[in-house]
């Protein structure tokens, strides 16, 4: 895209004890038996500087230091020593005030992370770790031989670092492909168009479509239009508003355009901007309405197709695409640990995905946020601390088709739900965090935004509500207190960079 990405990543943790009662606001009791919320956790820190390919500066957010404090989980000791949060009004619980002022006493702990994170010897060791995997081995597509050398190589690395049970743990996957995929426009003028197929989507024909083009902008509009749909390619040209509310046309736009009788679709990329490079993701069918072909085409080519319609133009597309589903495929988890000292049963769990699509590297997303969580354990390792509960790294695999591995995680797990005090993942790219997402009770709330407080050196103190991640949202649904790291993204800073990379 003519852009390159120079970073440094630094990561920090806090961790230390604490046990909490605590459930999702959505939920009527103030918590369920045995779950907690606790230690304080990670984080990491980044300094960014992106260069065009002529090599000038085009924008350096500063010092761009706190990438990602992205763990941080405080919770309520209502146990006695037990290290099990049993909400019973006969057991005594300690005072907010107590708890605020443990919470304090970490302040020396909290700076030597920062320090060695930030300004010591592992100031940029996340961000090389990174690059060696990513340059070794490439993009990481679902049930491509390069995600499980990655997996490979990501197993190998943690037992070197000395984190502890680190293992494997199988899953299956989905294996698709893109193959060959061209567009040609064929009236009201030749032009050949770029596109990128979207996962899971069929492939054409032999001899691909051609098809009459219909322009639409919203779904609604496609609805009002529903009859002359029949038979023809629909293009989306939908506005960006923002990733989460446009995405849908990406995610629906075949399934919408197959209802209506359209023979494919293709959807204008998902991005604030662009210097025509069509985007990928994921795009989802539904059971009872026809599989249609759907790629993403340039927000040029969406923008000239729209303004060709409106002057009354016909507009003809000839596309094929040589997309191939296969069967599942073997894979897994990769998790490791560092086993608490007084409650090993209980776990922090911290993540980000290794898998990525197969046009691109990966490396934001979300190479970066599984290696800051690699980071996050090395760091604490490294200063030889060791948390009251278990601190388990978990790199998902699957994630870009829908969380797959991660689901297959917590079903696997689930049994032993009550024993997950916090889980967490870092999947929103490696940019200036603002401060941290969190979904648990009020109580924890109070309690996290005291642990935020430790943050201060790096400026970083806000608290936001409504943790998410595709990957811990099964645990969301089921009570437990989850966390995740909101970013400014670089294109609400400088609107001439690519939303997505």
Same mark, same amino acid.
């Given at each position: 895209?003519?852009?390159?990405?120079?970073?440094?990543?630094?990561?920090? !943790? &806090?961790?230390?004890?604490?046990?909490?009662?605590?459930?999702?606001?959505?939920?009527?009791?103030?918590?369920?038996?045995?779950?907690?919320?606790?230690?304080?956790?990670?984080?990491?820190?980044?300094?960014?500087?992106?260069?065009?390919?002529?090599?000038?500066?085009?924008?350096?957010?500063?010092?761009?230091?706190?990438?990602?404090?992205?763990?941080?989980?405080?919770?309520?000791?209502?146990?006695?020593?037990?290290?099990?949060?049993?909400?019973? *009004?006969?057991?005594?619980?300690?005072?907010?005030?107590?708890?605020?002022?443990?919470?304090?006493?970490?302040?020396?702990?909290?700076?030597?992370?920062?320090?060695?994170? #930030?300004?010591?010897?592992?100031?940029?060791?996340?961000?090389?770790?990174?690059?060696?995997?990513?340059?070794?081995?490439?993009?990481?597509?679902? +049930?491509?031989?390069?995600?499980?050398?990655?997996?490979?190589?990501?197993?190998?690395? &943690?037992?070197?670092?000395?984190?502890?049970?680190?293992?494997? /743990?199988?899953?299956?996957?989905?294996?698709?492909?893109?193959?060959?995929?061209?567009?040609?426009?064929?009236?009201?003028?030749?032009?050949?168009?770029?596109?990128?197929?979207?996962?899971?989507?069929?492939?054409?024909?032999?001899?691909?479509?051609?098809? @009459?083009?219909? %322009?639409?902008?919203?779904?609604? @509009?496609?609805?009002?239009?529903?009859?002359?749909?029949?038979?023809?390619?629909?293009?989306?040209?939908?506005?960006?508003?923002?990733?989460?509310?446009?995405?849908?046309?990406?995610?629906?736009?075949?399934? @919408?355009?197959?209802?209506?009788?359209?023979?494919?679709?293709?959807?204008?990329?998902?991005?604030?901007?662009?210097?025509?490079?069509?985007?990928?993701?994921?795009?989802?069918?539904?059971?009872? #309405?026809?599989?249609?072909?759907?790629?993403?085409?340039?927000?040029?080519?969406?923008?000239?197709?729209?303004?060709?319609?409106?002057?009354?133009?016909?507009?003809?597309?000839?596309?094929?695409?040589?997309?191939?589903?296969?069967?599942?495929?073997?894979?897994?988890?990769?998790? $490791?640990?560092?086993?608490?000292?007084?409650?090993?049963?209980?776990?922090?769990?911290?993540?980000?995905?290794?898998?990525?699509?197969? %046009? +691109?590297?990966?490396?934001?997303?979300?190479?970066?946020?599984?290696?800051?969580? !690699?980071?996050?354990?090395?760091?604490?390792?490294?200063?030889?601390?060791?948390?009251?509960?278990?601190?388990?790294?978990?790199?998902?695999?699957? @994630?870009?088709?829908?969380?797959?591995?991660?689901?297959?995680?917590?079903?696997?797990?689930? $049994?032993?739900?009550? *024993?997950?005090?916090? #889980?967490?993942?870092?999947?929103?790219?490696?940019?200036?965090?603002?401060?941290?997402?969190?979904?648990?009770?009020?109580?924890?709330?109070?309690?996290?935004?005291?642990?935020?407080?430790?943050?201060?050196?790096?400026?970083?103190?806000?608290?936001?509500?409504?943790? /998410?991640?595709?990957?811990?949202?099964?645990?969301?649904?089921?009570?437990?207190?989850?966390?995740?790291?909101?970013?400014?993204?670089?294109?609400?800073?400088?609107?001439?960079?690519?939303?997505?990379?």
């Amino acid at each position: 895209m003519g852009i390159t990405f120079q970073s440094t990543h630094r990561v920090i !943790w &806090l961790f230390q004890p604490a046990e909490i009662c605590s459930i999702s606001p959505s939920k009527t009791t103030s918590c369920r038996p045995s779950v907690q919320e606790e230690s304080f956790v990670v984080g990491t820190v980044q300094t960014q500087n992106y260069t065009s390919k002529e090599g000038k500066k085009i924008n350096q957010l500063g010092t761009m230091k706190s990438l990602s404090f992205m763990l941080a989980g405080v919770i309520h000791l209502l146990s006695l020593g037990s290290g099990k949060a049993i909400c019973k *009004d006969d057991i005594p619980q300690r005072t907010f005030q107590e708890i605020k002022k443990e919470i304090a006493s970490y302040e020396d702990v909290a700076k030597a992370i920062i320090n060695l994170a #930030v300004y010591g010897k592992h100031q940029n060791r996340s961000y090389e770790r990174l690059g060696l995997l990513v340059d070794t081995v490439g993009p990481r597509m679902s +049930g491509s031989k390069s995600l499980e050398k990655a997996i490979q190589i990501m197993y190998q690395n &943690l037992q070197d670092d000395g984190l502890e049970n680190v293992h494997l /743990e199988p899953v299956k996957i989905p294996h698709w492909e893109r193959g060959e995929e061209s567009a040609l426009m064929l009236l009201p003028r030749i032009h050949k168009m770029s596109i990128l197929g979207l996962g899971s989507s069929v492939g054409t024909p032999p001899g691909g479509i051609t098809a @009459e083009v219909l %322009v639409v902008t919203s779904f609604d @509009e496609l609805q009002r239009r529903a009859s002359e749909a029949r038979g023809k390619i629909i293009v989306y040209n939908q506005p960006y508003i923002n990733y989460g509310m446009t995405v849908q046309y990406r995610v629906l736009g075949a399934v @919408e355009a197959a209802k209506v009788g359209a023979v494919a679709s293709l959807i204008r990329s998902v991005a604030s901007f662009s210097i025509y490079s069509p985007h990928t993701g994921i795009q989802r069918y539904e059971d009872g #309405v026809p599989k249609i072909p759907t790629a993403c085409i340039t927000v040029e080519d969406a923008e000239m197709m729209s303004r060709m319609a409106s002057r009354g133009n016909k507009i003809v597309v000839h596309l094929e695409m040589g997309a191939k589903t296969y069967p599942d495929a073997d894979s897994f988890n990769t998790v $490791a640990e560092i086993t608490g000292s007084r409650y090993p049963e209980q776990v922090v769990l911290v993540s980000g995905h290794l898998d990525s699509w197969d %046009v +691109g590297q990966g490396a934001m997303d979300d190479g970066g946020g599984a290696f800051i969580s !690699w980071e996050a354990l090395s760091l604490v390792k490294d200063l030889g601390l060791r948390p009251k509960r278990t601190l388990r790294l978990v790199l998902w695999t699957a @994630e870009e088709q829908g969380g797959v591995g991660a689901s297959q995680y917590y079903e696997q797990h689930k $049994a032993n739900i009550s *024993d997950y005090s916090l #889980v967490m993942e870092s999947d929103s790219g490696t940019f200036l965090p603002t401060g941290l997402q969190f979904t648990g009770s009020d109580r924890a709330r109070a309690i996290m935004k005291e642990v935020m407080n430790l943050l201060q050196p790096l400026n970083v103190t806000n608290l936001f509500s409504d943790g /998410e991640g595709t990957d811990i949202d099964f645990w969301i649904q089921a009570g437990v207190p989850v966390m995740s790291l909101p970013v400014v993204s670089i294109e609400m800073t400088h609107p001439f960079i690519p939303s997505e990379f």
